[in-house]
């Protein structure tokens, strides 16, 4: 099988997995905001953006080093896994005997607005401490069934998770309240605990799915041993302390706007903004589910041909339809803006100027992601750290100068901004230290030429759907005129 056959398999396979579970999970996003008020959809993106900010550090980019070393150490597999898995199990026993004697003031901290009552956060953050460390815990299991080349296994338990997840959320929201309603008999004890569209629910069946997940990993879960190479653990945690810092700053990149406009804003305003906002931001999700299904066919298939000789080459020509199938993601969705707005509730649209700027910031994060094979393969990952603070700082710094004044829609060109920094750092520094033949004229006239048809359909024609999809079939075309010779050569082999 050819390396581009078998890349487009394994890819396709991640990527239907990644697709379906992502949009099972997107079905919650129109429950969700019309069950709970705008400013209760708030604290729901507040409690799970901090639950992604601890992430990384539970995790201490242990998926990236695995990879790396399992590539490294072909003849010692088992020892790169239990030091992998056994790092990121001391650190949620560490993180577990410190976060529950603190509880109460965790859940301050966390608090935004003044409508949601400080009990109901004690709990929030006792359900979320158990769905960081489960979640964690499975990170290197997931891997080791990634390096071995298993993606309908990866696919399928991510998919019993989000149908899990669903259901779960499902019964609490619809099926209780109708069993209630009706005086089903046999069922009134649940009146007795039950209480209607409490937020608490969504978190409580994100726990128990996490729980069901643990479960369908303990085949990987029992092949744990606690034997430490001490010289092989120390170097890994070298690799890997770099890959923890550049994984929190993308994290921060990704959420920490969410958590600041809950803190810079005054708290009558503050819980709507967030919900606006963050609901907004789920349109843009679709662009984002592209992104994660290429990252987890890509990550193992660069590290495996990295010792190739026309790797390189291989890299370009991988980015180059990546940038376009993006680019078309991208002009398609805006195109198709006011069909999409109709997942989220009418009470949330608001804040729809944020979705174009918002995707184009997904872009050049893919495009970043991308890149950023360059300095996993070279062990440079103190260029990761060094790119994503410069784009995490970025995004603090004017988060604090401008949400206050602009809200939301600050936060949306900030995050633009971060991730536009973060790509052309990750592009000027990789051609210095690991050349890669990119064709970066063509890539940025893709770029460039997206951006100006969005701006079309969204700005001056006003959203019309028509003009919207009309130009998204010119700039297929276009593209697909420019590509004509490459595209037939690949579809005849």
Same mark, same amino acid.
């Given at each position: ?224 041993? $606690?034997?430490? !190479?001490?010289? %092989?653990? *120390?170097? @890994? =945690?070298?690799?890997?302390? &770099?890959?923890? +810092?550049?994984?929190?700053? $993308?994290?921060? !990149?990704?959420? %920490?706007? *969410?958590? @600041? =406009?809950?803190?810079?804003? &005054?708290?009558? +305003? ?11 931001? *789920? ?211």
């Amino acid at each position: 099988m050819s390396t581009a056959k078998k890349f487009a398999g394994q890819t396709a396979v991640y990527g239907l997995s990644t697709i379906v579970s992502r949009l099972l999970n997107f079905i919650l996003t129109p429950i969700y905001t019309s069950t709970f008020a705008t400013n209760v959809y708030g604290v729901f993106t507040t409690m799970f953006s901090w639950a992604a900010i601890l992430n990384p550090f539970l995790a201490f980019g242990m998926e990236t080093t695995f990879f790396r070393y399992l590539n490294k150490r072909k003849d010692d597999k088992e020892t790169v896994y239990n030091n992998a898995f056994g790092t990121i199990l001391t650190l949620c026993l560490l993180f577990a005997v410190i976060a529950i004697p603190l509880i109460d003031q965790i859940a301050d901290e966390v608090r935004i607005g003044d409508k949601i009552l400080s009990s109901d956060y004690v709990l929030y953050v006792k359900y979320f401490i158990a769905i960081v460390i489960m979640d964690a815990i499975c990170v290197v299991p997931f891997a080791r069934i990634r390096g071995e080349g298993r993606p309908g296994k990866f696919g399928l338990i991510k998919l019993i998770n989000v149908i899990s997840f669903l259901a779960l959320n499902l019964m609490f929201i619809y099926v209780i309240p109708l069993i209630l309603k009706n005086k089903i008999w046999g069922w009134e004890w649940i009146a007795t605990w039950y209480t209607p569209k409490w937020l608490g629910y969504v978190f409580l069946s994100n726990l128990l799915a996490s729980a069901i997940t643990m479960l369908l990993l303990l085949p990987e879960l029992l092949l744990l041993r $606690f034997k430490f !190479n001490w010289p %092989l653990l *120390k170097e @890994m =945690l070298v690799y890997s302390w &770099p890959v923890v +810092v550049a994984n929190f700053s $993308f994290i921060i !990149n990704e959420h %920490l706007d *969410k958590l @600041m =406009l809950g803190k810079l804003l &005054p708290s009558k +305003v503050s819980g709507e903004a967030v919900g606006i906002y963050s609901a907004c931001a *789920k349109i843009a999700v679709f662009l984002n589910i592209f992104i994660q299904a290429f990252r987890l066919g890509a990550e193992p298939f660069f590290f495996n041909h990295a010792g190739n000789k026309n790797s390189g080459q291989t890299y370009a020509k991988i980015m180059n339809y990546f940038v376009i199938a993006m680019c078309l993601i991208f002009v398609g969705l805006i195109a198709n803006i006011q069909i999409l707005k109709y997942f989220i509730n009418e009470r949330f649209w608001a804040g729809l100027p944020v979705v174009p700027l918002l995707l184009f910031g997904y872009l050049n994060l893919g495009i970043y992601m991308n890149l950023s094979v360059w300095y996993k393969l070279s062990d440079q990952t103190k260029y990761g750290l060094y790119i994503s603070g410069l784009g995490a700082l970025f995004t603090i710094v004017f988060n604090l100068m401008f949400i206050p004044s602009y809200g939301y829609m600050a936060s949306a060109w900030v995050s633009l901004g971060a991730y536009t920094l973060m790509s052309v750092l990750s592009y000027v520094w990789g051609q210095k230290n690991y050349p890669i033949p990119y064709n970066l004229k063509k890539n940025l006239a893709y770029t460039l030429s997206s951006a100006v048809i969005v701006y079309l359909s969204f700005v001056i024609f006003s959203r019309n759907i028509f003009v919207g999809n009309a130009l998204l079939v010119a700039y297929a075309a276009t593209a697909f005129y420019f590509e004509r010779k490459e595209l037939l050569s690949i579809f005849k082999r």
